[in-house]
């Protein structure tokens, strides 16, 4: 038999309290010794959190009795040194990690020949107790029992051997895994001869893996009242105590994934999965082998979840522990838009340039960064054998540059047939903006409650045309240029949506006065409020449907009277209004029965229905950011493009638009523009917000 972890021993100075914040975190602790009894020799209280593949973390306490702020103190003089000598090994192991320390003071790792072990630890010069027998009894009365050997080293493991069978692990906790360990130590060389005896030669970063646990070492060195050791939680969000005992989580911890995820991502931006207009230009091999790629680079996702494939849009099934909930759907894009004039960019715009900070290339955010996210999420979470409560649903389109017809449109129609109904739907949209905001000095997370419709309007006008020497009064150019201009000058009129309103009380707490006293009392300052708003364009489309004339056509000769003229005017639809809304406002304000007016053909859409943000699913998405970036803010907000999301409303309850990628102004720019690049740091938060949300739901 391999070693194994069997536990990790966690010191704290107030069980109770420690426990209740943990279970406040929805992580099961399983009461153990009462105060008094001991443990390893030593009275203390213990509890217990059982983790995967049968290990535990066991926290011990002296407590915060009389008892234990004497011994303490005691371990703070030098009657501590002969009194602390007579015990064996463990009770000094034990005992000094809970008189010093509040945190990891070591871990056990069952051994095949523990008696060989000892020897062989002997023989390369270190200090091992003989084996011996402890028991210890849970709060059931139930015995459990093990053999010891503990070191004199205590940057090394306890050695143990079960006498006894495991606690069982309880489904509440089923979740919880390890997914490294970091052995402080002051002789790196001297701890790793220590564990090549107990645990084989490393690998070759130098680390141990012991199933789904990597333990190495960090020669940084050892101070007295800091934890021995550092562990990761791979698979839930801890309370913020945890972070001083030495405990951290995956999902604040960004460096727990490796260079090759920046890799995976850079070979996908190198594919140029372009979306054009014109089908003609669009180069199927390039979604091809972005295909190929994604199931080389994920083959558990590709080989565990059931996969389905519309054109190049693709449907991942991963069935949950409960077959009656669907609990999430998530979205994301593989292809790009054209690049306008690839001189501009720093890098060539499909080069997939990896540097020290930034990943380069055209898809860097909008948005093959999240199909890659995703998956990076997917695949770690089988590998640490994770398995969602209700069935997850990724859905990744290839046309969503060009309206989804062919890709969500086509996925979302298949799932109303199977009669899906997910709990949740998250999708590109919003960002996290800094120094964005005027008046906050933190990271704003703006979390998209639907999506603004869109309608493209044609105007047009025929005239008979002639010689330019004798014109009319206006020309058709001259009555199209003037409809254009009616519409600029008289756009939609202000509204202030409950969205916007929910959006300025939650930015409130972070202003300085007195704007946080304005937008506090939002309700009865919504005028004021809008009129405010309206000072930029960003923030004007929040509370106005917009108007933007992009194209206008007329005449072909500079000395002949033009017969026909048009323009295309697009509207950006506020949740409220409609598109028959735009089109009577049209006709009312250009008043000319000789102007055509018309929806031109193309993407058309409502606006989307708006989620709350007072229910837990909103409550899900804040937290899951809060985890990544615990100083951000959070508001809402409104989606002023096109997403896939729009072809999923009948198939989730609610939908946001949310990834936890910060963004400065330059950087929005940079979004269908040139450059457009994603940082190390950003692209690892996405995993690890992806991977909450996974675990989560």
């Known amino acids: 038999m391999a070693p194994a972890l069997d536990h990790l021993l966690l010191a704290v100075r107030d069980l109770e309290r420690t426990a209740r914040e943990f279970r406040a975190a929805g992580i099961d602790v399983v009461a153990g010794s009462p105060p008094g009894l001991p443990h390893g020799g030593v009275p203390t209280a213990c509890a217990r959190i059982s983790c995967r593949n049968g290990v535990a973390i066991d926290l011990l306490s002296y407590g915060v009795s009389p008892y234990g702020q004497a011994v303490r103190l005691l371990a703070k003089t030098p009657a501590w040194g002969p009194l602390r000598s007579r015990g064996s090994a463990v009770e000094r192991y034990i005992g000094d990690g809970l008189a010093r320390t509040e945190g990891l003071i070591g871990m056990s790792i069952r051994v095949d020949d523990l008696a060989a072990t000892v020897r062989a630890l002997r023989d390369e010069g270190f200090d091992v107790d003989d084996p011996a027998d402890f028991t210890r009894t849970d709060a059931t009365g139930a015995e459990s029992g093990w053999r010891v050997a503990a070191p004199g080293d205590p940057t090394l493991p306890i050695l143990i051997e079960k006498l006894t069978p495991s606690l069982p692990t309880t489904e509440a906790d089923r979740g919880i895994g390890i997914g490294w360990i970091a052995v402080r130590t002051d002789d790196t060389d001297r701890t790793a001869t220590g564990y090549r005896v107990v645990l084989g030669e490393p690998e070759a970063d130098g680390s141990w893996q012991l199933g789904p646990v990597a333990i190495r070492l960090d020669g940084g060195g050892r101070s007295p009242g800091l934890p021995n050791l550092r562990a990761c939680l791979g698979s839930t969000p801890l309370p913020r105590s945890a972070s001083s005992l030495g405990l951290v989580d995956a999902f604040n911890t960004l460096d727990t994934h490796s260079a090759a995820s920046i890799d995976r991502l850079a070979q996908a931006l190198r594919l140029q999965t372009v979306s054009y207009e014109d089908p003609t230009r669009i180069d199927d091999s390039q979604f091809v082998q972005l295909g190929e790629l994604l199931e080389t680079s994920f083959p558990k996702a590709h080989s565990e979840l059931t996969v389905e494939k519309f054109g190049h849009s693709r449907l991942y099934t991963w069935p949950g522990t409960d ?307 615990p100083d951000v803010a959070v508001t809402t907000g409104l989606v002023p493009g096109a997403t896939d999301a729009r072809h999923y409303n009948d198939v989730a309850a609610v939908r946001f638009n949310f990834a936890p990628i910060i963004l400065e102004q330059a950087d929005l720019e940079r979004i269908h523009g040139s450059d457009e690049r994603i940082s190390h740091e950003n692209y690892q938060r996405l995993i690890a917000f992806d991977r909450i949300l996974i675990e989560r739901l």
Not at 461 to 480: E, N
Not at 486 to 506: F, G, Q, W
């Open 323 to 629: 077959p009656t909930r669907v609990a999430g759907l998530f979205l994301a894009h593989m292809d790009v838009v054209p690049v306008d004039d690839p001189d501009r960019w720093t890098h060539p715009p499909f080069s997939g340039v990896v540097d020290d900070e930034f990943v380069w290339g055209r898809g860097a955010i909008d948005d093959k960064s999240r199909v890659l996210a995703l998956l990076e999420a997917i695949e770690g979470a089988l590998t640490d054998g994770v398995r969602p409560t209700g069935t997850l649903y990724f859905a990744f389109g290839h046309d969503e540059e060009i309206g989804g017809e062919n890709g969500a449109c086509v996925i979302a129609r298949e799932l109303l047939e199977r009669g899906v109904r997910a709990e949740i739907l998250l999708d590109e949209g919003g960002v996290v903006t800094r120094g964005v905001v005027d008046g906050i000095d933190r990271p704003v997370a703006s979390i998209m409650l639907g999506e603004k419709g869109f309608a493209t309007v044609r105007l047009s006008t025929r005239d008979l045309g002639g010689h330019s020497s004798m014109p009319p009064k206006h020309t058709a150019v001259g009555r199209i240029s003037r409809a254009v201009v009616a519409l600029e000058d008289n756009p939609m009129p202000l509204l202030m949506s409950p969205t916007v309103l929910d959006m300025t009380k939650r930015l409130a707490p972070f202003m300085s006065e007195p704007r946080r006293s304005l937008l506090r009392s939002a309700d009865r300052f919504s005028a004021v409020i809008a009129r405010i708003l309206t000072a930029r364009p960003q923030t004007e489309a929040l509370v106005r449907t917009t108007t933007a004339a992009t194209v206008i056509r007329g005449g072909v000769k500079a000395n002949v009277l033009p017969q026909h003229a048009e323009a295309l005017v697009n509207f950006r639809i506020l949740p409220g209004e409609s598109v028959a809304d735009v089109l009577a406002h049209c006709r009312a304000t250009i008043a000319d029965d000789r102007v055509d007016i018309e929806l031109a053909p193309g993407m058309l859409a409502e606006p989307s229905p708006v989620s709350p943000s007072d229910g837990p699913e909103f409550a899900l998405v804040a937290e899951s950011a809060r985890k990544v970036l």
